[in-house]
Structure formats: structure tokens, C-alpha cells
């Protein structure tokens, strides 16, 4: 089992800054890959980025250039830096952790919202 917990949702106005954090705790010793994803009212859970253990990254391509996702795998903690946030990012992000589709973990989820 792995357990994680988002951090760093707020509010924020458009062309605002957020980071996210992601704690992960439990089973963290293979090796795995992580994601953001996020769900707006209405809308179904969405990808947002993607790192693997040795780093390699993937975006959305709407959030491409504005997003950086990184993680300290000695700490296993993941961050998003959201930059240049925009309203349609108004979201509830969730952290994931992945071994298999059938072997992932998601957190509780964390709320952001950008304002006009």
C-alpha cells in the first residue's frame, strides 16, 4: 500500500503561481512512476503531468510550458509549480502513484482555484 497527500491548493488569482506537494508514505521501494491528474465540476479526472522514477516527464499539452513537475525520490514527495495559472486550471488535483494499471494509489485530492 502506498498512502499520499496532496498539499499547496489555494487560491489564487489568474497569472498567479501555485506549487503542489505530494507525500508519499508505505510502500515506496521500487521503483515507480507519478502523475497529477485533475477534476473540474462536471468534468471527468483528466491528465495533467507524469514523471517516472528516473525522471523523464510528459504534460498536457495545455499546461505545457506553464507546468513543472519534479520529484525528490529521497524524499518521496513529487511537486507540481504551476505558473501563469488560468481560470479553466481551477481544478481538484490529485496526486497518483504508479506500478501497474492494476497497482496504483491516488490522494485525497487538493483544491485550486483561479479567479478572473
Known amino acids: 500500500q502506498v498512502q499520499l497527500v496532496e498539499s499547496g491548493g489555494g487560491l489564487v488569482q489568474a497569472g498567479g503561481s501555485l506549487r503542489l506537494s505530494c507525500a508519499a508514505s508505505?510502500?515506496?521501494?521500487?521503483?515507480?512512476?507519478m502523475g497529477w491528474f485533475r477534476q473540474a465540476p462536471g468534468q471527468e479526472r483528466e491528465f495533467v503531468a507524469a514523471?517516472?522514477?528516473?525522471?523523464?516527464?510528459y504534460y498536457e499539452y495545455s499546461v505545457e510550458g506553464r507546468f513543472t513537475i519534479s520529484r525528490d525520490n529521497a524524499k518521496n514527495t513529487m511537486y507540481l509549480q504551476m505558473n501563469s495559472l488560468k481560470p479553466e486550471d481551477t481544478a481538484v488535483y490529485y496526486c497518483?502513484?504508479?506500478?501497474?494499471?492494476?497497482?496504483?494509489?491516488w490522494g485525497q485530492g487538493t483544491q485550486v482555484t483561479v479567479s478572473s
Open positions: 508505505g510502500r515506496t521501494s521500487s521503483d515507480y512512476a
Open positions: 514523471i517516472s522514477w528516473s525522471g523523464s516527464t
Open positions: 497518483n502513484a504508479y506500478y501497474t494499471l492494476s497497482d496504483q494509489y
